[in-house]
């Protein structure tokens, strides 16, 4: 058997494991250990595994994310997501379906602070969802705005995703957060124009138009500015060059915390529940990380990526037409991978490829930040794409009483605009590549 079909055979093994629900980190780590005797031998395998953990876990770099994660576990427990909801409600009730796209700008508003898709779709969806029903829209509707909202949570900052990509692809991780403002922006824009586009063709699933009193806009604003300022404080730092994306993370922590105790939001009990939750899903990524630089080691000594990318740079296959290809795979493994084993996976594989490839002239560091950005986007869809979408078995975990056809049938003018913005971002990389020539 030659090298690269024990390259292809370790990635369909890993499949098998993964549609078996074995967890994630095993199904990379035994077909990767598995490979790598194959390949190189026992001692080897043993002598790479000595240091490969402690390499892995000691990396400073990594410590931004448990941080920004705790961040988030404050937001998600300190009462935040209400001040969002009831802010975005006040500025966008007097339109008709205001409340869905609110719910979908409160999801970007919580997403930039908790960097975390599930927690953003959980946390508003707890909050928009039950005031969306009593006044009467559709149960559609509902749960696919809020579904779909919370896909933002993957690229928005501070995106643990986004963060992993920046960490595995050696890319500044200040210029990794500017690179995903603008594609984040405009899902924002998409969404709530499809919301606003959905609603006149079929009326009957939003009610009338409710003007938010100057009462209520001034008490919401009231409630919103220190959730502004905290942004503002830890993105702004971080953007200015006055501390680094760890220290902005920790700022951003005690910040969050202080303002959910500040509210009577926070107690021991929810202060030790963050801290745990934290905890376990840190130690999930980090599992993750090693399971995937297992397989990721096995791969490397089959030469699969280096092979994978000579046949492409040989094929004469047009670089746009490769990217596409790229895109469709990942909206396909979307089916059985989450978005963060997706991409501590394909990237290590897929990167070589991209970086020998011309883009519209494109250097590394721009075609490294572009990609980040499309494979991020192609995530979001995959939340939301049937037949699997974790958002929507959320949303539907949440709203017991709306069939899951019914959420997936609410998602489709969403996914129409998300693959209009792919198209987009694929076409025109300075969407992407604006604001970090901006600030350079």
Known sequence: MSTMAIGLSLFGAMLVLMAVRVPIAIAMFVPGAAGYVLLAGWNPLLAHLKGAVYGRVSVYDLSVIPLFMLMGAFAVRGGLSKALFDFANALLGRFKGGMAMAGVLACAAFGSISGSTVATTATIAQVAYPEMRRLRYSGRLATAALATGGTMGVLLPPSVTLMVYAILTEQNITRTFLAAYVPALLAAIGYILAIAVYVRIRPEHAPQA????????????????????????????????????????????????????????????????????????????????????????????????????????T?????????????????????????????LLTVPVLFPVILGLDFYGLGPTDKALWFGILILTVCEIGMIFPPVGLNVYIMNGLAKDVPMIETYKGVMPFLLTDFIRLALLILFPGITLWMVHLRT
């Not at 990721?296 to 089959?302: F, G, K, V």
């Not at 746009?320 to 991409?343: K, Q, R, T």
């Open 210 to 313: 409710q003007g938010a009193s100057a009462a209520a806009m001034g008490h919401a604003g009231a409630r919103m500015w220190p959730i502004a300022v905290i942004f503002v404080a830890v993105f702004g730092g971080i953007y200015g060059g006055v501390f680094t994306p760890t220290e902005g993370a920790a700022i951003g922590a005690v910040l969050t915390f202080a303002l959910a105790l500040a509210r009577g939001e926070m107690d021991r009990p929810r202060f030790v529940e963050s801290i745990q939750a934290t905890a376990t899903t840190s130690g999930m990524i980090f599992m993750i990380f090693i399971g995937a630089d297992m397989i990721n080691a096995a791969l490397a000594l089959s030469q699969l990526p280096n092979q994978l990318a000579d046949m492409v740079a």
């Open 315 to 343: 094929a004469r296959i047009p670089p746009v037409a490769v990217m596409a290809a790229i895109m469709v795979f990942y909206i396909a493994l979307g089916s059985v991978m989450d978005e963060m084993s997706m991409i």
